[in-house]
T-cell receptor
């Protein structure tokens, strides 16, 4: 079974802190994605990556950056956390065409910024 | 700009009834339309997907109906069960591009009463 793990289920940070959210997948997937999920807004794509050291902006990249130094690991970075970044963050991965574009999601990290 | 519009936002159905969730898209380049199911505390998981070369796809009690001319697709859950209670997301993408990404609807919270 594909497994996507996220470093924390719950995280509380203060305004202005630098926050790292880590995601690891164990199925050698090329593509990895970071979403945020908010009530009534659905899933919105923040950043995605098609290869090591590659990154592409999603729909809401402002205030975020990412890092992909190894194929299995994709990190989301909040350079200076703000209260409007309080949200559920979901990581996903897939194999693209070879996997029928099925994305596998982690369980999410609920981040609260106070 | 919301490219995938999903309705209703919430839905309550009696056990044994039919649940219907609708989505409409704008981008005519979209050629892959998945539905994801999310239980509380879990990440979304692929439920069923369709491509525009067919008008319907059925997997067990779940059916996607697709209307290319109207740019609409819908999920039908037959004989709805309490275990189907979850949030459902439709999505769409242009899988032919090298930098494809999924655009999600805002989600539908389905409650199936026993």
């Amino acid at each position: 079974d594909v497994k996507v793990t996220q470093s924390s289920r719950y995280l509380v940070k203060r305004t202005g802190e630098k926050v790292f959210l880590e995601c690891v997948q164990d199925m050698d997937h090329e593509n990895m994605f970071w979403y945020r999920q908010d009530p009534g807004l659905g899933l919105r794509l923040i950043y995605f990556s098609y290869d090591v050291k590659m990154k592409e902006k999603g729909d809401i990249p402002e205030g975020y950056s990412v890092s992909r130094e190894k194929k299995e690991r994709f990190s989301l970075i909040l350079e200076s956390a703000s209260t409007n970044q309080t949200s559920m963050y979901l990581c996903a991965s897939d194999r693209g065409l070879a996997g029928g574009y099925e994305q596998y999601f982690g369980p999410g990290t609920r981040l609260t910024v106070t | 700009q919301q490219q995938v519009k999903q309705s209703p936002q919430s839905l309550i159905v009696q056990k044994g009834g039919i649940s219907i969730i609708n989505c409409a898209y704008e981008n005519t380049a979209f050629d892959y339309f998945p539905w994801y199911q999310q239980f509380p505390g879990k990440g979304p998981a692929l439920l069923i997907a369709i491509r525009p070369d067919v008008s319907e796809k059925k997997e067990g009690r779940f059916t996607i109906s697709f209307n290319k001319s109207a740019k609409q697709f819908s999920l039908h859950i037959m004989d709805s069960q309490p275990g189907d209670s979850a949030t459902y997301f439709c999505a769409a993408s242009n899988s032919g591009g090298s930098n494809y990404k999924l655009t999600f609807g805002k989600g539908t919270l389905l409650t199936v009463n026993p």
